[in-house]
């Protein structure tokens, strides 16, 4: 199985609303990872996990939050967001670096949609 | 700080010509570079890196990269283009590794068209 798999693949919410992202992966990875992408621009990354633990937050503000309950999902848990925080939201995960691998799995995303 | 340009927004090409999208990087210490291909409305998908060795790396889909070293340069082609390959490419850089994670920095991306 070398898929990430992202749920749910669209998401409208409200600015008062709390929604949360998930992502699963079952490739043996102990690292993922959240990234941000507005239209027509790269993925900008917001957090690392490595073996369950936050090891990267990119200055994120904090109505997003991570999560990782286990080894295979992450979660990212929204709250209070602005209409400017709409984007597609992509998971990926990869092996750590000390086993040598460097090339990240990504998710299909979830377009989520502020309003 | 690690980077990478793609210096063209879109690059149009016939179906059965060769294509090229460019890519330059600045590194400091060795270079990590990717290929990364993103059909609409989906995730990217890995097509191929360059560490070390061979400074003609194979990908999938029939893609092919050459680290040149003098030119900082990292080029992605393909000999005989699809109208299935139409979609948005990114070159990308590792830009600092962490305990157990990395962090990867795309270029803005380059949109193909391919036209039958």
């Known amino acids: 199985d070398t898929e990430v798999t992202q749920t749910p693949k669209h998401l409208v919410m409200g600015m008062t609303n709390k929604k949360s992202l998930k992502c699963e992966q079952h490739?043996?990875?102990?690292?993922m990872y959240w990234y941000k992408q507005k239209a027509k621009k790269p993925p900008e990354l917001m957090f690392v996990?490595?073996?369950?633990?936050?090891?990267i937050n990119e200055s994120v503000p904090s109505r997003f939050s991570p999560e990782c309950p286990n080894s295979s999902l992450l979660n990212l848990h929204l709250h209070a967001l602005q209409p400017e925080d709409s984007a597609l939201y992509l998971c990926a995960s990869s092996q750590p670096q000390d086993r040598g691998t460097t090339e990240a799995f990504f998710g299909q995303g979830t377009r989520l949609t502020v309003v | 700080a690690q980077s990478v340009a793609q210096p063209e927004d879109q690059v149009n090409v016939a179906e059965g010509n060769p294509l090229t999208v460019k890519c330059t990087y600045s590194v400091s210490g060795n270079p990590y570079l990717f290929w990364y291909v993103q059909y609409p409305n989906r995730g990217l998908q890995f097509l191929l890196k360059?560490?070390?060795?061979?400074?003609l790396v194979k990908g999938s889909y029939g893609f092919d990269s050459e680290f040149n070293k003098s030119q900082t340069s990292f080029h992605l082609k393909k000999p005989s283009a699809l109208v299935s390959d139409s979609a948005l490419y990114f070159c990308a850089v590792i830009g600092g590794f962490y305990t157990g994670g990395f962090k990867t920095i795309f270029g803005a991306g380059t949109r193909l068209f391919v036209k039958a």
């Open positions: 360059y560490i070390t060795g061979d400074n």
């Open positions: 996990y490595s073996y369950e633990k936050l090891s």
């Open positions: 490739m043996g990875h102990r690292a």
